[in-house]
């Protein structure tokens, strides 16, 4: 599988505290990627240091093949901020952009202002958020990278914003053909926009795969209560919760489910990532990825 991001063993310590630790990740080339977990998971962390604007305090990290920060041509990032000059106007960060970026596409650029209906004299400061947010993806599309890195960028806006926001971004990647990593905490617009999904917990992967594999392959089994030891072996146990008389497993096969005792029941995206969210994070236990 060709990578556009490599992590191995990357951690980051402020001081005592460790933001990420022993992280090891493959993120594929072609994809839609979403980056979902918990706050405090090392996400923001990790793709500051993806890009260059962090330097690791132990392990390594490549975008592109080549390392972090070594790649800023071909790399399209829009911060958890979503951040411009308020003092600037549009057509100050579009002529910006321009200077800044050897590929950079003036006629995409200026077709996503007509398309947002922005006036270009008007100052970053005077946008709404969601504007703002627009700005920002169109300075990162209009580079024309390889990798377009977003991290929670419609975290703050609301829902019509942030239809609009990944309704774009969907549209680019379908014109522009690019690898995109987004960091999001939420599921559904992970669902709108990703066709893959890495759940990061404490710094560690705890399932990666294309979405519609990983749901075709993960089920809710509810029956009489059953000791895991006694399910087959390829049904792979993510959470189990049990009372006196009955048993409930999320589990993970890639085979059918013949035993009549079970109610077998599909998962939703959202019963998916809580799942892995949820669970004890143990670093011996292998990543679970599911390919075709």
Known sequence: ?????QAQGLGKRYGRRWALTDCDLEVPAGHVVGLVGPNGAGKSTLLNLAVGMLTPSAGSVEVLGAAAG?????VGYVAQDTPTYARLSVADHLRLGARLNPAWDESLAQRRLQHLKFDPKQRAGKLSGGQRAQLALTLGLAK???LLILDEPVAALDPLARREFLQDLMEAVAEQELSVLLSSHLVSDVERACDYL???????????????TLLATHFRLT?????PKDLPRDQHVVTESHTDRQST???RTEKPILDPAWNVTQ????????????RDVQPERPVLEVQR
């Open 267 to 278: 998962l939703t995206l959202e019963d998916l990532v809580l799942a892995y969210m949820g």
């Open 223 to 227: 029956g009489p209560r059953r000791d």
């Open 198 to 212: 890495i759940v990061l917990v404490d710094s560690r992967v705890q399932v990666s795969g294309e979405i519609d």
């Open 144 to 146: 024309r990278p390889e």
């Open 1 to 5: 599988m060709n990578t556009v991001l």
């Open 249 to 251: 497993y999320l589990i």
């Open 70 to 74: 070594t790649q800023q041509a071909k």
